[in-house]
Structure formats: structure tokens, C-alpha cells
């Protein structure tokens, strides 16, 4: 399985203000994946980072606001811009592992909890 | 839309009483269902996936069964480390993201 790890894994920041959260993998994977778990709810994804290629987003979610970049197969960032009490999150990534079809596996790292004042 | 219906939303369970989750799932061709396991202030830890109907994966107490539309956890003889919540998510045949429910919340008391 693939260890992930994500920095920072909590911040407190101010309204209006930018946060950049980072996910290192320790392995090379094809697609990565950058989910939100808002308190108490369960996961909803944001988009999905293709290394040299624009990240897709899902309906709800634009790249003004959640940039993203995937400058290589290990490593990828979210920025949650122009931060609102509303962006408090646990903010996740994964990747999909495992030795092909139909040995699928999604992996999750320890997540971001961010809360904006 | 993919949909993801998980009960009961909580389990209160006495160490060594068996109980099962419940996962009710639409979709347009499963490729997969998953299973996980969250504790608070965590990432969720991956526990199965589960491909076609009839399929069955055990891993400890833990054993996941999957039909056509639904899919169950069950948590034999239960002790307190396995009080979390476990999530359910289901992946489309055309798509890679995990469309998740709400979440079973599990308390086991010694």
C-alpha cells in the first residue's frame, strides 16, 4: 500500500487569507485525488491532479478558489484561496494503488484540518 | 448520480456482540465498492474492496459482502479498539472518484 503523508496536518488561519497543503507519496501513481470532510459529514471530492495535465473538478468546486498543482508523479499541493469560516475542513488527499484492474485500492493520507477565523 | 446510503447512522455494541452495517448503493456500473475505517482526527484506513455480487473478503473480525444493490459490514465479537466510524463508497465503471456515505459510527463498550 502506499504511504502518504500531507503537511501541514492542521492550521488555524485568518479570513480572506491563502493556505497551501502539500501530499507526498512514496511511490509514483498515476492519479491523485484531493477530497474535503467538512465537521461531521463524510468525504466529497474536490478534484483529480493528473501529472502533466489541468486538474478535473467537480461540479461545486473551481480552480480560482482550489488550485492545484501536480508537478510530478509523487508529489502534489491544494491551495484553498480566499479562505471563509465556511472552508473549514478536513482536507484530504489519496491515491489509487494496487497491481492493476481489478485490484483497486485507494489509499488516503492523514488529512489537513484547517479552520478559518 | 451515484448514491450512497449508509445505516444506522450510530451502533452502540457490548464487547463480544456481533452486529452488522448496512451500505445501499445506486450506480451506473459498479467497478468497485469500498470499505473504510476512520478514527477521529484521522485519515480513512482502507479495509476492502469488493467487485461483483456474491463476493465476500474478511480481514480480522471484519467480514464485507456485497449483492446487487447492497452491501453489508460484519463485525463479529466486536472489542473496543474497533469502535470508529466506517465508510462506504462506491466507484462508477466510467469514473475514478469515490462517491462515499454518510458513515457508521461504532461504539463498542468493554
Known amino acids: 500500500s502506499a504511504v502518504i503523508s500531507q503537511k501541514p496536518s492542521r492550521d488555524i488561519c485568518q479570513r480572506g487569507t491563502s493556505l497551501t497543503i502539500q501530499c507526498q507519496v512514496d511511490s509514483q501513481v498515476t492519479m491523485m485525488f484531493w477530497y474535503r470532510q467538512q465537521p461531521g459529514q463524510s468525504l466529497t471530492l474536490i478534484a483529480t491532479?493528473?501529472?502533466?495535465?489541468?486538474?478535473?473538478?467537480e461540479s461545486g468546486f473551481v480552480i480560482d478558489k482550489f488550485p492545484i498543482s501536480r508537478p510530478n508523479l509523487t508529489f502534489s499541493t491544494l491551495t484553498v484561496s480566499n479562505m471563509s469560516p465556511e472552508d473549514s475542513s478536513i482536507y484530504l488527499c489519496s491515491v489509487e494503488g494496487g497491481s492493476g484492474e481489478p485490484y483497486n485500492e485507494q489509499f488516503f493520507g492523514p488529512g489537513t484540518r484547517l479552520t478559518v477565523l | 448520480e451515484d448514491q450512497v446510503t449508509q445505516s444506522p447512522e450510530a451502533l452502540r455494541l457490548q464487547e463480544g456482540e456481533s452486529s452488522s452495517l448496512n451500505c445501499s448503493y445506486t450506480v451506473s456500473g459498479l467497478r468497485g465498492l469500498f470499505w473504510y475505517r476512520q478514527d477521529p482526527g484521522k485519515g480513512p484506513e482502507f479495509l476492502f474492496t469488493?467487485?461483483?455480487a456474491g463476493e465476500e473478503k474478511e480481514k480480522e473480525r471484519l467480514k464485507a459482502t456485497l449483492t446487487k444493490k447492497e452491501s453489508f459490514l460484519h463485525i463479529t465479537a466486536p472489542k473496543p479498539e474497533d469502535s470508529a466510524t466506517y465508510l462506504c463508497a462506491v466507484q462508477a465503471v466510467d469514473d475514478y472518484k469515490l462517491s462515499f456515505g454518510a458513515g457508521t459510527t461504532v461504539t463498542v463498550r468493554a
Open positions: 491532479a493528473n501529472q502533466g495535465s489541468e486538474a478535473t473538478y
Open positions: 469488493l467487485y461483483s
